[in-house]
């Protein structure tokens, strides 16, 4: 079965440091995504970068980046330069089946927490 | 708007009323997907719509729970005769047909946050 497991139910972090957020993955599958999704306060999940099974170069997005170890099955996201905005819970997430349509399966998050 | 709109914010209802949670979402987007954020459960999959059919209902807890989308467009969830366990946050998400297959983000919309009394 397919499964998410983030490790670290809070991460605290000074501003303008660095952070790297666990996530470790299962899936028997060769074809697969992974996600990285946060979610403020206000509820909403927001996109922030994604891992193809098959990418050669770890995935960037801005500050954020994800160091992607396929043979450790593991996609950790890093931030970079930690803000107090950054202060929110944030989701690991994988595809569930090789089709574009096919739902995401999360691990059950992590709690980081930006202090000045 | 721009993105996934869901209403309303926020519902409290009584045990063993029906209650009715809408989505919005983003225009274009063809893939439609229901999600329940509870604290004990964490993210779960509940449906998945392509157009208007549900090609994936394997998230549906019981038979209480049903969903439909018409136009392609709006989706409503219905939960019939409500339960304390149906608290939750629920979220929609919704994505593009032109995405790459592997890939194929999905935006979500800010939730309904279900209260059953």
């Known amino acids: 079965a397919q499964k998410i497991t983030q490790t670290q139910p809070g991460m605290f972090v000074q501003e303008k440091e660095a952070v790297t957020l666990d996530c470790t993955y299962d899936?028997?599958?060769?074809?697969?995504?992974l996600f990285w999704y946060k979610q403020p306060s206000s509820g909403e999940m927001i996109f922030l970068i994604y891992q193809g099974s098959y990418d050669q170069q770890n995935a960037t997005e801005g500050r954020y980046s994800l160091n992607f170890q396929k043979a450790r099955k593991s996609a950790n996201l890093v931030i970079s330069a930690s803000q107090l905005g950054d202060s929110a819970m944030y989701f690991c997430a994988m595809r569930r089946g090789r089709q574009a349509g096919t739902a995401l399966i999360f691990g059950k998050g992590t709690t980081l927490s930006v202090s000045s | 708007g721009a993105g996934v709109s869901q209403s309303p914010s926020n519902k409290v209802t009584e045990k063993g009323k029906d209650v009715e949670l809408r989505c919005d979402p983003i225009s274009g987007h063809t893939a439609l997907y229901w999600y329940r954020q509870s604290l004990g459960q964490g993210l779960e999959f509940l449906i998945y719509f392509q157009g208007n059919s549900a090609p994936d209902k394997s998230g549906l807890p019981s038979d209480r729970f049903s969903a439909e989308r018409t136009g392609g467009s709006v989706s409503t969830l219905t939960i019939q005769r409500t339960q304390q366990e149906d608290s939750a946050v629920y979220l929609c998400?919704?994505?593009?047909?032109?995405?790459?297959?592997?890939?194929?983000?999905?935006?979500f919309g800010a939730g309904t946050r279900l209260s059953v009394l």
């Open positions: 899936t028997s599958d060769p074809s697969y995504g």
């Open positions: 998400a919704s994505s593009s047909p032109t995405q790459v297959e592997a890939k194929n983000i999905q935006y």
